[in-house]
């Protein structure tokens, strides 16, 4: 079973073809990390003008990447919520054209459950499991029952750890995005020279709050009287980024693990870019390890945003029979 899956909720112009939900034959991303950089950040309405320049070349590449003609395809799967709006409606409308042109099921797909199943294409899971994402607009935790199957448990009341990561590296000019520039910085800098705060939440395990630890960040900026970034040398620039991603870290850990014992589960899985983040990718294995909990992340190139996630997904939805028709909407927040 051939599906082609399209994925524009963001700033990446996606598409790939998937055989059997597992079987990635092309996996083809347009980046737009150029446009936005500049801005420090995604600027919405810049997205979409590039996803309607991309899509078709990023759809013909992902075909011919996978010697696929058109009416090979048995299904085309989009992403549909949640995301920026606009970027949605491309990826959506260029899905149900297809979907008419060629007489094919069209499936809608949720980007956040992707992001977790992007481990089903990639490990052998048994299931029930928690699963946390971290992206740049969601931090949530799932029960995930099946691969088909995710009840969310909790999220963040305020920015998304990716946001944060984001915002902070553009308080400190380290360019978008800000994840990798942070975590490279990190590493050369001590996590333990400051000490910013952790919003645990006391007992509200399931959900986050990033906003109140990025304003810690720009409280310490101007304490410290850093009246310009130029006035911040390179190595207070390094223990900045180590202490924040340390504090961040800390916390998503911290609520995993808890969530995992909370609901009597031995496995973990982790989705989304902050997932690509080499001191969490480390210490949570640890901790994993000496708990003897089974954990799982999805490799890089499936960390951050993708279509073969979004085709494999699909497969699933396929075999239930969960087709949309062409009155398919968006869904730009993260249903509950
Ligand atoms: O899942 P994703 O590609 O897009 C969304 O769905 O948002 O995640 C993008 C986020 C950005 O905030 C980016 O800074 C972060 O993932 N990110 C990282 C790393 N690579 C990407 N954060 C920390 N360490 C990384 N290595
Ligand atoms: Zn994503």
């Known amino acids: 079973m051939l599906i082609l899956g399209i994925e524009t909720s963001c700033d990446e112009t996606a598409a790939s073809v998937v055989e059997d939900g597992r079987h990635i034959i092309s996996n083809v991303v347009s980046t737009q990390i150029d446009i936005h950089k ?26 011919e990447k996978a010697d696929c003609k058109l009416f090979e395809l048995n299904a085309v799967a989009v992403t549909n919520s949640p995301g920026l709006a606009n970027a949605l409606l491309v990826g959506t409308e260029t899905a149900k054209a297809l979907s008419f042109s060629l007489s094919i099921p069209l499936i809608a797909v949720n980007h956040i459950h992707a992001h977790l199943y992007a481990n ?4 052998s899971i048994v299931c029930p499991v928690v699963g946390l994402v971290i992206s740049g607009g969601h931090t949530a935790i ?12 909790g999220q963040t009341y305020d920015d998304a750890a990716g946001e944060a990561l984001d915002k902070v590296a553009k308080m400190l000019n380290l360019g978008y995005p800000g994840g990798p520039e942070i975590s490279k910085r990190a590493e050369k800098g001590s996590s333990k020279a400051i000490n910013f705060p952790r919003a645990f939440l006391g007992k509200d395990i399931y959900n986050f709050s990033f906003s109140g630890m990025k304003t810690a960040v720009a409280r310490y900026l101007e304490c410290n009287s850093y009246k310009n970034l130029a006035d911040v040398n390179d190595m207070d620039v390094n223990d900045i980024c180590a202490g924040f991603q340390q504090s961040v870290i800390d916390v998503l850990i911290k609520k995993i693990v808890n969530s995992a014992e909370q609901k009597h589960v031995e496995t973990i899985l982790i989705g989304g870019g902050v997932s690509a983040n080499t001191e969490f990718r480390k210490q949570l294995s640890e901790i994993c390890k000496e708990k003897g909990m089974n954990l799982f992340f999805p490799s ?30 968006i869904h730009p927040q993260l249903q509950v």
Not at 43 to 56: C, D, M, Y
Not at 120 to 123: D, I, K, P, Q
Not at 142 to 153: G, S
């Open 142 to 153: 799932f029960y995930v029952e099946n691969c088909n199957n995710y009840v969310l448990l």
């Open 38 to 63: 500049k801005f420090g950040g995604v600027v919405p309405e810049l997205a979409s003008r590039a996803h309607v320049e991309l899509i078709s070349y990023v759809i013909w590449e992902a075909l």
């Open 120 to 123: 089903f294409m990639e490990h």
């Open 300 to 329: 890089l190139k499936l960390c951050t945003d993708n279509a073969a996630m979004i085709a494999g997904l699909a497969y699933h939805r396929y075999k239930k029979r969960k087709f949309e028709d062409l009155s398919l909407d």
